[in-house]
Nanobody, 115 residues
Framework: QVQLVESGGGLVQPGGSLRLSCVVS????????MGWYRQAPGKQRELVAG???????NYADSVKGRFTISRDNAKNTVYLQMNSLKPEDTAVYYC?????????WGQGTQVTVSS
């Protein structure tokens, strides 16, 4: 069974940075594409960034140039470096397979951007 454990969220001022981590277990991590998703209050969950098994990346237009997704196959971990954060980035952030997430989501990590 796939397990996804996100961490690294918090409260940050506009313009600040955070680095999210997601440790994955229960699958052969290195062969799967992974994604970071987010869900803001009252909104649908959306893809923020994706990374393939060969580390090709793609980003939502809203975060291009500010967020960077990466992975460490030795640690079964996918990261999201978030810079120049904006209030509209406030959401619960999740990782999962990409482009088709598993039905089993982790608890997510809350990111709040506010002064």
């Amino acid at each position: 069974q796939v397990q996804l454990v996100e961490s690294g969220g918090g409260l940050v001022q506009p313009g600040g940075s955070l680095r999210l981590s997601c440790v994955v277990s229960g699958m052969f991590f290195r062969i799967y594409a992974m994604g970071w998703y987010r869900q803001a209050p009252g909104k649908q969950r959306e893809l923020v960034a994706g990374i393939t098994s060969s580390s090709s990346t793609n980003y939502a237009d809203s975060v291009k140039g500010r967020f960077t997704i990466s992975r460490d196959n030795a640690k079964n971990t996918v990261y999201l470096q978030m810079n120049s954060l904006k209030p509209e980035d406030t959401a619960v952030y999740y990782c999962n397979l990409h482009p088709v997430p598993t039905g089993s989501w982790g608890q997510g990590t809350q990111v709040t951007v506010s002064s």
